[in-house]
């Protein structure tokens, strides 16, 4: 969960959140290193008062001004290339979670369950309850276990919408007519927030999602319950 002033990424609750901070880290490194040394050459250049007359005219400086960016940018591409194969991947998922994006709410449908489904609503401001947060609480929470591979599937009724969940790394168009999936594995129990990313409308700052990812035991006396 994001708090005020918060100048970097949530604290990641996957495998695949853990990949992106670690890129993101990689990338701003190099571009820091750049930044200094192109800030560097500007100061060096304007308060020295020394001249050579081969600057203007130098190969090995061509050479080299030329390599070092190509060499600069396949250390980002290599480990960005990694990452978007990984977040592609799809192995063996546990559990199936259709995503099905209104205007506006959400409506979620347990696929490997007979009748387990729901539409889930915010919460108007009046009606929290003391600790919950405005605009991002929903009345049903999506209830997922730990520790196994989740696959999401999203569609949309009317236009476009789109599933993000910053904590776990995810964010899927959410197109009418068309099934995108994604996929990730919480590592840890807690409750993830999330929000439409995709202009969808008038109350498009109005369409939460909330997760609940709670222990394996938990969650099938979950849907049990819910499907009774």
Not at 88 to 93: L, Q, R, S
Request: contains cysteine.
């Amino acid at each position: 969960m994001a708090h005020p002033s918060q100048l970097g990424f949530q604290d990641a609750a996957s495998p695949l959140m853990e990949e992106l901070l670690h890129f993101h880290d990689h990338t701003l490194m190099v571009v820091f290193l750049i930044s200094t040394l192109v800030l560097y050459i500007i100061v060096a250049m304007v308060s020295t008062k020394l001249t050579d007359k081969l600057i203007s005219d130098s190969q090995e400086i061509e050479i080299i001004w030329t390599i070092l960016p190509a060499v600069i940018l396949i250390l980002i591409a290599l480990p960005s290339l990694r990452i978007l194969y990984l977040m592609d991947e799809v192995n063996n998922p546990h559990l199936t979670v259709k995503a099905v994006g209104h205007q506006w709410y959400w409506s979620y449908e347990y696929t490997d369950y007979n009748d387990l489904g729901f539409d889930a609503y915010m919460i108007p401001t009046q009606d929290l309850l003391p600790g919950e947060f405005r605009l991002l609480e929903t009345d049903y929470r999506v209830v997922l276990p730990t520790n196994s591979p989740i696959r999401v599937l999203t569609s949309a009724e009317d236009v476009l919408h789109s599933w993000a969940v910053p904590a776990l790394g995810v964010k899927m168009d959410a197109v009418p007519g068309r099934l995108n999936q994604m996929t990730f594995i919480n590592t840890r129990p807690g409750v993830f927030y999330g929000q439409c990313s995709e202009i969808c409308g008038a109350n498009h700052s109005f369409m939460p999602i909330v997760l609940e990812v709670v222990p394996l035991k938990e969650f099938i006396d979950w849907s049990l319950l819910m499907e009774a």
